[in-house]
């Protein structure tokens, strides 16, 4: 079964980076696409990357382009959002999603989650 731990969150001041982990277990993951997602109170899920394994092919939403960037380590089975320039508007808990095939944006694609971390951006 597909298990995915996040780990990175922390409070940080605007302009810091901050680095985000998702330790991936119970499958291969060639093949599959690791995302980001986002949520804030009272929204909804909101998409912020992907890389597909195989591939390392990457998407970024509008909103983190040119800031945040998304790689993987197989050899350790964990993909990584490096966070750049970080504004208070990042503010969110982080959710590390994994679905089998392309990249979605749709959070309803994804089959597998991971329990978030929070990120706090103070201005």
């Known amino acids: 079964q597909v298990q995915l731990v996040e780990s990175g969150g922390g409070l940080v001041q605007a302009g810091a980076s901050l680095r985000l982990s998702c330790a991936a277990s119970?499958?291969?993951?060639?093949?599959?696409?690791m995302a980001w997602f986002r949520q804030v109170p009272g929204k909804e899920r909101e998409f912020v990357g992907s890389i597909n394994w195989t591939y390392s092919s990457t998407y970024y939403a509008d909103s983190v382009k040119g800031r945040f960037t998304i790689s993987r380590d197989n050899a350790k089975n964990t993909v990584y959002l490096q966070m750049n320039s970080l504004k208070p508007e990042d503010t969110a808990v982080y959710y590390c999603?994994?679905?089998?095939?392309?990249?979605?944006?749709?959070?309803?694609?994804?089959?597998?989650w991971g329990q978030g971390t929070q990120v706090t951006v103070s201005s």
């Open positions: 119970g499958s291969t993951f060639s093949g599959y696409t």
């Open positions: 999603a994994a679905r089998f095939g392309g990249s979605y944006h749709d959070q309803k694609q994804y089959y597998y």
